[in-house]
């Protein structure tokens, strides 16, 4: 059984940053680990990941720029800086896991190339 803890979110004014974390436990000691978000009404984007193998990381286009994603050494735990918030970031911000082999590139903003998912934490960009 695997673990998805995330923690971070809130409220940020447009402009304004906001940080997101993810820790991962359970049968792996390590994981390839991003973040999908879903906004009201719409369906699961993929926002950025970085693989296990690599590190290689990966950002949507919308977030390019603006979104850092970076891992601890245990390859276990990622965080997600968000700076340069707009009003469209805001969603519900979901942590995706996989252990054992890491995705091929073709797959890596794909959801299902990810087994473990965390509950979700909101994020709103509003002022």
């Known amino acids: 059984q695997v673990q998805l803890e995330e923690s971070g979110g809130g409220l940020a004014q447009p402009g304004g940053s906001l940080t997101l974390s993810c820790a991962a436990s359970g049968r792996y000691s390590r994981y390839t680990l991003g973040w999908f978000r879903q906004a009201p009404g719409k369906e699961r984007e993929f926002v950025t990941a970085?693989?296990?193998?690599?590190?290689?990381?990966y950002y949507s286009d919308s977030v390019k720029g603006r979104f850092t994603l970076s891992r601890n050494s245990a390859r276990n735990t990622v965080t997600l800086q968000m700076n340069s918030l707009k009003p469209e970031d805001t969603a519900t911000y979901y942590c995706?896991?996989?252990?054992?082999?890491?995705?091929?590139?073709?797959?890596?903003?794909?959801?299902?190339?990810?087994?473990?998912w965390g509950q979700g934490t909101q994020v709103t960009v509003s002022s």
């Open positions: 995706a896991g996989k252990g054992g082999s890491s995705p091929i590139t073709s797959m890596m903003r794909q959801s299902e190339a990810y087994e473990y």
């Open positions: 970085i693989r296990e193998r690599d590190g290689a990381t």
